[in-house]
């Protein structure tokens, strides 16, 4: 059997045909939803092998199959062809006349071959069908080509196919009165190699046009793609010039009012207006920290913020942001807790960023938690410190968790209510997160509560704090010299406090009622005040505060210890400005707050 034998052709198609197939059904898994055309081209295949198959099983078919079925499934595998083309290029062919050019070529191949049984007849019918739907894709191809390499090759593919039906009908006048399929011939040779040729050979050229699309589509998308950067960019330089602008602006008259506390510090000021100056100042500072934090989000974006990382006691940054948020807590009848491990917690990042992170993550907690309260937990783990902050508020659905740190999303606000904020705080969170390096993962449980946790690496040295000759450094207590009073009615835990105080160095004066205490010489000049809230008698351990500070000359510094966590009671003591630890108190958490007030002392009295 030579290569130029009909059949051997025919075979070889057949097995073309089949591999074709496999490329192009492999190919459109991969390619754009937006490239038609290729089932068309995979159902064209499909039918020219099917068709290849009963022409090779011509003589061990009934003629039916052999000769109708197979002829009008070439026919159709072209007029698919065609189809293909124009949907690749976006045109929308409707399948109806494509059936009807298939059913009545089926139906005149098949009277004339049942029928009238003329062999050059049925062959001219064939062979001017195929020249026809050949033309006819070729036409499109032409119109609808812009001059790629893949349309070229398609082109040639479809010119070659043409030439050969050209040809065989030409010579149609010089066979005889019988098949001539398998007759060795080169006529009939060249005929069946060029159909076959034709079709495969434009199956390459698709694909290469397919190939040639997807490149440009993702040329196009690059382009596009840096284009919306630049827009992005130019915005976002918009934006960061105007926050500069706003922020330059909004500083003025935060400026004006520290001017103006300032001058109201200097007035003859009685101790409750000098303690409410001191509160509207603190309020300010944090103001100002915020405004800060907001107006750094254009230079994190812009990257032009770089962290000072140092070692910081994470301990007092805690008992800091507590102190400063206990009277928001305390407002809506809400513990806030804090829990230590018992070593030291000393951290390496930057205190001020690292302060904005837990101050957005604290707010957060208070604003949406409407009874219970919120823990903030440090445990030690082996990548450093795991720092986590508890609520039991109205919780996140899960559908929501990975998009609460967008900016300007919120969930229980899509009408954009401004006075429930603007959407920014964990956006800020996770921006300054990323910035330091930590891992910032949120749990939630939908009206049970929120944990949101952040690893911190531990710092291989104390903290770098540059102290005066005599001072104690930052990371221990030292209380030698500082005056503590105890008013405790339960003589144990007295005892238990007095003792480890003074094994800090404090010189202790223990009292059992607030009476007893008010009575003593002195009782206002002394450091600390360590009161239970119940007492016996007539006044509670806040009443004894709050005449202790009318009676003495400067703020005093105290803390109320206390196993009372009814929302009754945090509402009573939520306007004394006095943080409140509550039983069973560790001694982790009484230290850090002992640190954090003997540094307050150091800057206007030392021990």
């Avoid at 050229?205 to 690059?222: D, K, N």
């Avoid at 390496?348 to 837990?358: F, H, I, K, P, R």
């Avoid at 330091?436 to 939630?444: A, F, I, K, Q, V």
């Avoid at 600390?528 to 400067?554: E, H, K, N, V, W």
Wanted: aromatic content about 6%; glycine content about 8%.
């Amino acid at each position: 059997m030579s290569l130029l034998d009909p059949r051997t052709v025919i075979v070889m198609s057949a097995f073309l045909a089949l591999v074709m197939m496999l490329i192009l059904v492999s190919l459109r898994r991969s390619v754009s939803a937006q490239i038609r055309g290729l089932g068309d081209w995979i159902a064209a295949d499909a039918t020219f092998l099917v068709a290849v198959v009963l022409l090779n099983l011509r003589e061990a078919v009934p003629p039916f199959l052999g000769v109708v079925v197979a002829n009008t499934l070439v026919i159709v595998a072209v007029l698919l062809f065609g189809r293909g083309l124009r949907r690749f290029y976006g045109e929308q062919p409707p399948l109806q006349p494509l059936l009807l050019a298939g059913a009545a070529f089926f139906t005149v191949v098949a009277l004339l071959a049942l029928v009238a049984d003329a062999y050059p007849l049925r062959l001219a019918v064939v062979t001017a069908s195929l020249l026809c739907a050949s033309v006819f894709a070729l036409w499109h191809l032409s119109r609808l080509a812009k001059g790629t390499f893949g349309e070229r090759v398609t082109q040639l593919a479809l010119a070659l196919s043409v030439t050969g039906i050209l040809l065989r009908l030409l010579t149609i006048g010089e066979v005889g009165l019988e098949s001539s399929l398998f007759k060795p011939s080169p006529v009939q040779s060249f005929y069946i190699a060029s159909l076959a040729a034709g079709i495969l050979l434009a199956g390459v050229g698709f694909i290469l046009m397919v190939h040639e699309r997807t490149r440009t589509e993702l040329e196009t998308l690059a382009h596009s793609l840096e284009r919306t950067t630049q827009e992005l960019r130019q915005q976002n330089e918009v934006k960061s010039k105007f926050l500069a602008y706003a922020g330059h602006d909004i500083r003025q008259p935060l400026q004006a009012i520290h001017l103006l506390l300032g001058g109201l510090f200097e007035s003859n000021l009685d101790v409750r207006q000098q303690k409410t100056v001191h509160l509207m100042e603190s309020s300010v500072l944090a103001l100002t920290d915020l405004l800060n934090t907001l107006l750094d989000i254009s230079k994190l974006e812009a990257g032009a913020i770089e962290p000072r990382m140092r070692s910081v006691d994470l301990d007092i940054v805690l008992a800091q942001l507590v102190q400063e948020l206990m009277p928001q807590a305390s407002a809506k009848g809400l513990r806030l807790g804090l829990h230590l491990p018992p070593e030291a917690v000393t951290v390496l990042t930057d205190e001020q960023l690292l302060g904005s992170v837990l101050r957005n993550l604290l707010g957060n907690a208070i604003k949406y938690t409407q009874q219970g309260g919120i823990l903030v937990a440090v445990r030690r783990v082996s990548q450093g410190f795991k720092l986590q902050v508890w609520d039991t508020g109205v919780g996140i659905p899960e559908e929501h968790l990975d998009q609460v740190f967008e900016e300007y999303y919120q969930v229980d606000n899509p009408q954009r209510d401004r006075s429930k904020g603007l959407g920014l705080g964990l956006a800020i969170v996770r921006r300054i997160s990323l910035l330091l390096g930590l891992n910032l993962t949120c749990r939630s449980r939908l009206g049970r509560g929120t944990v949101m946790e952040l690893t911190l690496p531990a710092a291989t040295q104390p903290s770098e704090v540059v102290v005066a000759a005599g001072e104690v450094p930052a990371g221990r207590l030292d209380l030698s010299g500082a005056r503590v009073v105890v008013l405790e009615d339960t003589v144990e835990v007295a005892q238990a406090l007095s003792q480890w105080l003074q094994a800090q160095g404090a010189r202790v004066a223990h009292y059992l009622s607030a009476e007893d205490a008010l009575a003593a010489p002195d009782i206002e000049t002394a450091d600390f005040y360590l009161c239970d809230y119940r007492l016996p008698g007539r006044m509670s351990g806040l009443d004894f505060l709050q005449s202790l500070q009318a009676r003495a000359p400067t703020d005093i510094h105290a803390v109320l210890l206390t196993g009372d966590t009814s929302s009754q009671f945090i509402e009573r003591v939520a306007a004394s400005g006095w943080p409140i630890l509550f039983k069973p108190v560790k001694p982790r958490e009484l230290q850090v707050f002992l640190k954090l007030w003997r540094g307050v002392s150091q800057q206007t009295a030392p021990f």
